[in-house]
């Protein structure tokens, strides 16, 4: 695509349920990074994968979340037993090989009720 | 800790009246330092990469610069379509992650 996606672009759900994040690269982009957003914070790490293998996973707060990425493209980010802290904006972003621009998608809004 | 911190958090401006925003870094061996601008609902968009003191960029009414320590972001006769949040972001040697700072909200009137 033209670049990148994420979806779905709003997501509500009630705590203690699990959800799941989709973030589509733009194609050929073997660099894949997810943030996450607070009201009033910068933008938090959470993982990075080179290709399918994710070598920073460091950012993630919690073993509640975890993300694949499957055929160098499509990543899911999920999290499990959701929490209120939970809600913020997820970021996706991704780069090709020998470049250090990140190109970013428009996010997923994650409410938690 | 690589760390980066944005002044001021939020900046009005009347139009044509010129600035700066400041972002001081502390990192572990600078790999490279970007900008960034978000609007409203949308993901950060690219603007500059510096990678070692005394080296500038430019483009339109943005002029970044680089020293040491810090960045400067000088905008000059800004417009209302500048009205954005602008990030800075870090990137440590031998690490592939980037460290954001909070950004500053920047709001240019007519």
């Known amino acids: 695509g033209a670049g990148v996606s994420q979806s779905p672009s709003n997501k509500v759900t009630e705590k203690g349920k699990d959800v799941e994040l989709r973030c589509d690269p733009i194609s050929g982009h073997t660099a894949l990074y997810w943030y996450r957003q607070s009201l009033g914070q910068g933008l938090e790490f959470l993982i990075y994968f080179q290709g399918n293998s994710a070598p920073d996973k460091s950012g993630l707060p919690s073993d509640r979340f975890s993300a694949e990425r499957t055929g160098g493209s499509v990543s899911t980010l999920t999290i499990q037993r959701t929490q209120q802290e939970d809600s913020a904006v997820y970021l996706c972003a991704s780069t090709k090989t020998g470049s250090e621009k990140l190109f970013f998608g428009s996010g997923t809004q994650l409410s938690v009720l | ?110």
Do not use: M
């Open chain 2, 1 to 110: 800790e690589d760390q980066v911190t944005q002044s001021p958090e939020a900046l009005r401006l009347q139009e044509g009246e010129s600035s700066s925003l400041n972002c001081s870094y502390t990192v572990s061996g600078l790999r490279g330092l970007f900008w960034y601008r978000q609007d409203p609902g949308k993901g950060p968009e690219f603007l500059f990469t510096l990678y070692s003191a005394g080296e500038e960029k430019e483009k339109e009414r943005l002029k970044a610069t680089l020293t040491k320590k810090e960045s400067f972001l000088h905008i000059t006769a800004p417009k209302p379509e500048d009205s954005a949040t602008y990030l800075c972001a870090v990137q440590a040697s031998g690490t592939y992650k980037y460290i954001f700072g909070t950004g500053t909200r920047l709001k240019v009137l007519a």
